[in-house]
């Protein structure tokens, strides 16, 4: 069983690489990271080349939270939305989106939908 969560874990860090490696935020066009745990969703918008995050949003904060659970895809999707309002306040209205290791699927899917429904292009 070792050796399976030290593949996957060597597996994860590869793929995390290969995605961040094609992309880099600009002050044009921030790279809008994820990070996806248990029971949380958290985003931010990232400015790479003067190293600044010019938005954040997460289901651990008031903005962020409702009523039910914070780990599933209606909580994405509200992040979803709260990250597109808050970009549009910022003056950003095209991003590069960074997924991470984890797959285009279920909470990270939801997330970008509703960031594009909010009026962010990717």
């Known amino acids: 069983m070792a050796n399976k969560n030290k593949y ?19 002050p044009e066009r921030p790279r809008l990271t994820v990070f996806r745990s248990l029971q949380h969703i958290s985003v931010q918008l990232v400015d790479d080349l003067s190293g600044r995050t010019i938005a954040a ?6 903005g962020g939270r409702g009523e039910g659970p914070n780990g599933n ?9 709260l990250i597109a309002e808050r970009a549009k306040q910022a003056g950003v209205t ?6 991470g290791h984890y797959k285009y699927h279920g909470r990270v899917a939801a997330l970008a939908e509703a960031a594009r429904q909010g009026g962010l292009e990717f």
């Open 8 to 26: 996957l874990s060597a597996q994860r860090t590869r793929r995390r690489h290969r995605v961040r490696n094609r992309m880099q935020g600009t």
């Open 57 to 62: 949003a997460g289901t651990y904060e008031a």
């Open 73 to 81: 895809k209606d909580a994405a999707a509200r992040i979803g939305q």
């Open 94 to 99: 095209k991003i590069a989106f960074d997924r």
